[in-house]
């Protein structure tokens, strides 16, 4: 849709005789978010391009690919650049190029761009608990022992137990009140799952205390679908 748009742009600017006042003011004003537009689209459906090719031609070369899509090595080889930082693309390999030079990269996409079944996997797991306390309990307690918790400065504590939420992208943070500890949560890793399995936030919850070495309460649930950046918030349990 956009491509015709910007099509059909072009096509107006080249054909069309010298502009009026009215179409002058309208091409300075709008000319360079136009042309931002079209080359947005044009990168965004190259890499696309790409991804598709990956898809089917597993340990492709950049030169693979240009061949293919008819650009240029150089080409490629920026929007690789920009695919490799996004995660989805990856080298898994290097072939002699036959001669001097360097070595030919070869790639793929990553497992994040392949996609995965760990939702429908781990719905099934949570259906299954029988004693549903005592097992948030027991999970909570062996993500628990991933961190050593300075068992002294509970200042030290708490920023330590933040890092290791948000090594686990919580995007957490706490803040200090007169009761303790407040944490806030301002993502979940397990959106897809939370909004259906609510023992999560259990799990959320007995994490959080065991962290803090504070007993907590969810006081605050996120608003699925309403707000994204809705926060969940954890105070200590009165």
Known sequence: MIGKFCLSIWTVIIILPPPQPCQQLFMQKYFWLIVELCYTQVMQTTRAQVLSYLRKHPRATVVDIGISLDLTAANIR?????????????????????????????????????????????????????????????????LSREINLSPENR??????????????????????????????????????LAETHHGLCQIDT???????????????????????????IFKPKT
């Not at 007995?206 to 969940?232: A, H, V, W, Y």
Request: proline share 6%; hydrophobic share 40%; glycine share 6%.
């Open 78 to 142: 920026y929007h690789m650049g920009l695919l490799v930082d996004a995660g989805l693309v990856q080298v898994t390999g290097k072939r002699n190029p036959g001669g001097a030079g360097r070595p030919i990269l070869l790639y793929n996409l990553t497992p994040h761009a392949l996609g995965t079944n760990i939702a429908p996997l781990l719905s099934a797991m949570l259906a299954l608990l029988v004693n549903k306390d005592a097992d948030f309990q027991s999970i909570a307690e062996i």
């Open 155 to 192: 200042i030290l504590r708490f920023n330590q137990a933040v890092e290791y939420l948000n090594q686990m992208n919580y995007h957490a943070s706490w803040e200090a009140r007169l009761e303790g500890p407040q944490v806030i949560l301002r993502h979940c890793p397990y959106l897809d």
């Open 206 to 232: 007995k994490l959080i205390s065991n962290l803090f070495d504070t007993r907590m309460e969810l006081s605050k649930k996120r608003t699925f679908g309403k707000d994204p950046f809705s926060p969940c």
